[in-house]
């Protein structure tokens, strides 16, 4: 994380991290269940089981707490979608489907969905590096698998793998900003995703 940091007097370095990333989940659970609005510097100590100054001692404010949230929340977003694309799966939709399953539930699967627009937006405007970064990464693995897959195949679309991969990406933000969440969310999501793989035959 980049968050900047104060040290307690002899606290080695490896410690804090370890510390900082400890808040970082509690208040990354307390933001997906109250939304960024409602939540507070204190209510995330609480769920970290710290006094609001032993909060202040490693974040500055809850804005620097929000945005070591999503650095975990990517992190763990992105090693959740590699992992269940590597896994053996009877199909490329499937594997696909359980990429976006596994994302969808890492990033958001304690979220309350009437928090679902209010976060993204907070996150664009707190930490617009962390979500472009993820965006690229996320994109970048989905095109690596499609390409893959294409190689295999007899005929070739004429729709490269990024731009279709960036479809399905698009795809899935949308419909997790209009609040499809959990089944409703991957029942339409297989959607597109098998729009997409019949597309790699075209």
């Known amino acids: 994380m980049t968050t900047a940091t104060r040290l307690a007097p002899g606290e080695p370095r490896d410690q804090d991290a370890v510390r900082k990333t400890a808040i970082a989940q509690a208040a990354a659970s307390v933001f997906l269940r109250y ?102 990464q996320i994109v970048t693995e989905l095109a690596a698998v499609l390409a893959k897959e294409r190689t295999g195949r007899r005929r070739s679309s004429e729709i490269g793998t990024r731009a279709l991969a960036e479809n399905l990406y698009v795809t899935s933000y949308g419909l997790k900003q209009r609040g499809h969440l959990g089944e409703d969310y991957l029942a339409r999501l297989r959607t597109a995703i098998r729009i997409v793989c019949k597309s790699l035959d075209r």
């Open 35 to 136: 939304g960024f609005r409602k939540t507070s510097v204190d209510d995330v100590a609480r769920a970290a089981k710290l006094s609001r100054q032993g909060i202040y001692l490693h974040f500055p404010n809850k804005e620097a707490l929000f945005r070591a949230a999503v650095e975990l929340l990517a992190d763990q977003t992105l090693a959740a979608e590699r992992a269940a694309l590597a896994r053996p799966a009877p199909s490329l939709e499937e594997r696909l489907l359980g990429a976006f399953e596994a994302m969808s539930v890492t990033a958001l699967g304690a979220c309350d969905p009437a928090n679902v627009q209010e976060l993204f937006s907070a996150a664009v405007e707190l930490a617009r590096d962390v979500v472009g970064k993820l965006d690229e």
